[in-house]
């Protein structure tokens, strides 16, 4: 048994294409589950067939709400003991998601290696047809490599799955997590702009048509996704190499037609669950009393400004009295620094508001969240304030935010729930909110920052809580409080998850990364 171990990231699966989705996909791609003969197209579709992507139960209720959403506090969450220490089990599955395909997750580093490897077979016909599944493979397996160093930092990525590739057992070394970055951001152009000249056969762009289940073959989608991926990638390094992330964003901001963005609700990277979905989220929610109204986003937040998109983030809540139902008035937050005692009393009393029936709890429709216009418009509102206009900046804020309220009540008006379902504002209302709320982009530089890295991370929420943790490491903002933990050593949330035991014991590399294997040591980009 020690001898026939091998470290997560080596073991990659050698045919992908035998791994079980956990989805019936039918018709909507060339299922690879109905054959043995590997290839390009296949590959590509279950790169983007990732249950670390689409909100179902086991991501959301053993990662997205419990370690990143705590962390960030996007969701609520009771006072419990070790409430920021990282569940080791499911933190090494999260791990094992992205270099293995026998997990909830697909393996999109183990899908692109097989890809590469089945691309070196193919003539130079072949090739020019297979170009466009390996570029857009090549972007979503990006955007997870770059979640993966947010996560942990340095990553095994330029050696981890030769299995795959090349049917060799490596150890693979652990990659500086600003040069995983780096490789991530030259990738993203390169795939940009690939799609800006792909000229598809017919038979390739009906094949690229049925595997692509994110933008059903529309190739101008991918593009903006590249640049809009790479834009995110540069605000996130711009504290720590400003004059790189400066020159490059601008660039693209100044030719928006050689770099088109994500800028349009239309356009939004949402990848929806197959028709055969039934499930719905409450148990994830209800399990870890993550559905009830979370303290800063409600009270410092949302409430202040009367903000439209607490209607379809949030139900006020209630509890039954005999056969009465009494509904609270107002959208009660469950403080966090109430001993968990209280908080659980206050819950059974039915005091605080609780997650949206419709737009979250019993909505079997929820897309999984790849990247959205409103972050795109707030990436620019930062980039313009620092770099560029104020005036700039104020319109791309706007902008943002509008697109955010349309972007949650168009969750609420997709659920299949049978709970009610509201109109979204008016443009005039919106425009109302937008110039005479507490949200109005107004104040000083610093101040006209802080709501837009506060409206990015209301954006990102729990759908997106990785994000949300990522950018509130990078920022700081909110300015959230975190109320200790008393336990010794976990006392807040940590600045990193800290590598799975498995390859801390099997992975021989791992010593030459062993002294920032803490929770208290900071991602590369993390120096605000």
Request: glycine share 4%.
């Amino acid at each position: 048994m020690k001898k026939t171990f091998i470290k997560i990231s080596a073991m990659l699966a050698i045919v992908a294409t035998l791994s079980s989705c956990k989805d019936q996909l039918g018709d909507l791609y060339l299922n690879p589950e109905q054959t043995t003969t590997p290839s390009v197209e296949k590959f590509f579709t279950q790169i983007l067939n990732n249950d670390r992507i689409y909100p179902k139960y086991w991501d959301m209720r053993t990662f997205a709400l419990t370690h990143a959403g705590v962390f960030s506090q996007v969701i609520s969450f009771t006072n419990d003991k070790f409430i920021y220490r990282e569940q080791a089990q499911y933190t090494e599955q999260r791990w094992g998601d992205f270099y293995t395909t026998n997990g909830n997750g697909s393996g999109p580093l183990a899908h692109y290696r097989e890809i590469e490897k089945q691309y070196a077979k193919l003539s130079a016909a072949e090739k020019q047809n297979a170009d466009v599944f390996v570029n857009a493979a090549k972007v979503a397996m990006l955007e997870q490599t770059a979640q993966m160093v947010d996560l942990w930092g340095d990553i095994p990525f330029s050696e981890a799955g030769m299995l795959n590739l090349n049917g060799s057992i490596t150890s693979p070394k652990f990659d500086d997590a600003k040069e995983v970055y780096y490789t991530v951001i030259a990738g993203l152009k390169d795939a940009s702009n690939y799609f800006a000249t792909a000229n598809l056969s017919s038979v390739t762009a009906g094949s690229f048509k049925k595997q692509d289940i994110l933008f059903q073959g529309d190739i101008t989608k991918w593009r903006r996704l590249a640049n809009s991926l790479r834009l995110r990638a540069l605000m996130r390094i711009s504290f720590v190499d400003e004059a790189k992330a400066k020159a490059e964003v601008l660039e693209m901001l100044n030719n928006p037609t050689q770099y088109p963005l994500l800028e349009e609700t239309t356009q939004n990277a949402l990848l929806n669950p197959v028709t055969t979905y039934i499930d719905n989220l409450r148990n994830a929610f209800y399990e870890s009393n993550n559905h009830l109204g979370a303290s800063f986003l409600l009270d410092k937040v949302l409430k202040p400004a009367n903000d439209p998109r607490i209607a379809v983030i949030y139900d006020k809540g209630g509890r039954q009295d005999g056969s009465k139902w009494v509904a609270n008035a107002d959208y009660n937050a469950m403080p966090l620094d109430l001993n968990s005692t209280d908080q659980a009393t206050n819950i059974t009393n039915g005091k605080y508001a609780v997650l949206d029936s419709a737009t979250f709890v019993y909505n079997s429709k929820l897309p999984g969240v790849i990247f959205t216009s409103a972050e795109t418009h707030l990436l620019k509102a930062e980039a313009y304030e620092r770099w560029g206009t104020t005036t700039d900046a104020a319109t791309a804020y706007n902008k943002g935010v509008a697109q955010s309220i349309a972007y949650y009540y168009a969750l609420n008006n997709l659920s299949n729930s049978t709970a009610p379902k509201l109109a979204a504002p008016s443009a005039a209302a919106v425009n109302d909110f937008l110039a005479n709320s507490t949200i109005k982009y107004a104040g000083s530089s610093a101040q006209k920052l802080a709501l837009i890295w506060t409206q990015k991370w209301v954006q990102f929420g729990f759908m997106q809580s990785v994000q949300a943790w990522s950018e509130l490491r990078r920022t700081k903002y909110p300015q959230l409080t975190f109320v200790a933990d008393n336990t010794s050593g976990f006392a807040l949330p940590p600045n990193r998850l800290t590598y799975p035991g498995r390859e801390r014991t099997f992975n021989p590399n791992y010593s030459a990364v062993s002294s920032k294997d803490t929770r208290d040591a900071k991602i590369f980009w993390d120096v605000k």
